[in-house]
């Protein structure tokens, strides 16, 4: 059984940044893809970024590209994101999940963590 806890959200104002972490207790976290989501209030949820916990791929989305960076700390267990130049457009709830590598879906997810950048 997997299990996430997200932190570091918090109210920013455009051009801030904020570093998100995603605790991650899982019995084999080599097998994992973990990745970063996001759902803005009305909208749908939507990738932000993920990362292969073995090699350390990364994947990100137009939106947050060259702005937002993924890592994982194999040594503490952690997933963090860290969001530069935030802009209105970011708010959100964001989630941290993991699914085994090769798998369709995202089979445990975090509760989440609200991001709030103000104008």
């Known amino acids: 059984q997997v299990q996430l806890t997200e932190s570091g959200g918090g109210l920013v104002q455009a051009g801030g940044s904020l570093r998100l972490s995603c605790a991650v207790n899982a019995p084999t976290l080599s097998l994992l893809v973990m990745g970063w989501f996001r759902q803005a209030t009305g909208m749908e949820r939507e990738t932000v970024a993920a990362?292969?916990?073995?090699?350390?791929?990364?994947y990100y989305a137009d939106s947050v590209k060259g702005r937002f960076t993924i890592a994982r700390d194999s040594a503490r267990n952690t997933m963090s994101l860290q969001m530069n130049s935030l802009k209105p457009d970011d708010t959100a709830v964001y989630y941290c999940?993991?699914?085994?590598?090769?798998?369709?879906?995202?089979?445990?997810w975090g509760r989440g963590t609200q991001v709030t950048v103000s104008s």
């Open positions: 990362v292969t916990w073995s090699e350390g791929r990364t």
């Open positions: 999940a993991t699914k085994r590598r090769g798998d369709a879906s995202w089979g445990s």
